[in-house]
C-alpha cells in the first residue's frame, strides 16, 4: 500500500556528509510516523531517528545521531531526508526508510507527538541503501 524508495547512499571519507532521501508514494502522506534505520552485518536492525508527518510532530533521535543528523520530511515533495554529518565508520550500514500506517508508532508527548524506534511498529519499508563510511 505504501511505496518507500530510498536513494543517495554512497561512500564518504570519515567527516564528511551525506543526505539520504525517501519517496514516499502510496497512501495519504499527512498523519503517520516516518522514520530511519539501519543495520550493519552481525548487527539488529535499530532506528536512526523518527518523525510524525502530522501536526504538532516533533523528532526524536537515537543517541548515535543526535547533533550530528537531522531528519526532516516534505509534505508537498512526499518525501523524507536525513541529513548526515561527521560522518564515522561506525555509521557504515544499510539504510532503510519506514512508514507506520497503523498508529502503532505513534506517541503523545506533552504538546506534541513523536514516533517510536521499535522496529515492530513500522509495517513498511524500502529496499534500502548502502552508506559506507571509510577512515
Known amino acids: 500500500r505504501v511505496e518507500l524508495v530510498e536513494s543517495g547512499g554512497g561512500s564518504v571519507q570519515a567527516g564528511g556528509s551525506l543526505r539520504l532521501s525517501c519517496a514516499v508514494s502510496?497512501?495519504?502522506?499527512?498523519?503517520?510516523?516516518l522514520g530511519w534505520f539501519r543495520q550493519s552485518p552481525g548487527k539488529e536492525r535499530e532506528a536512526v531517528a523518527s518523525?510524525?508527518?502530522?501536526?504538532?510532530?516533533?523528532?526524536d533521535y537515537a543517541d548515535s545521531a543526535k547533533s550530528r543528523f537531522v531528519i526532516s520530511h516534505d509534505k508537498r515533495e512526499k518525501t523524507l531526508t536525513l541529513q548526515m554529518n561527521s560522518l564515522t565508520p561506525d555509521d557504515t550500514a544499510m539504510y532503510y526508510c519506514?512508514?507506520?500506517?497503523?498508529?502503532?508508532?505513534?506517541?503523545?508527548?506533552?504538546?506534541?507527538?513523536?514516533?517510536?524506534?521499535?522496529?515492530?511498529?513500522?509495517?513498511?519499508w524500502g529496499q534500502g541503501t548502502q552508506v559506507t563510511v571509510s577512515s
Open positions: 519506514a512508514a507506520d500506517t497503523r498508529g502503532r508508532a505513534f506517541r503523545r508527548v506533552t504538546g506534541f507527538t513523536q514516533c517510536s524506534h521499535e522496529v515492530a511498529d513500522y509495517n513498511f
Open positions: 502510496g497512501a495519504t502522506y499527512s498523519g503517520y510516523c
Open positions: 518523525i510524525y508527518t502530522g501536526d504538532n510532530g516533533s523528532p
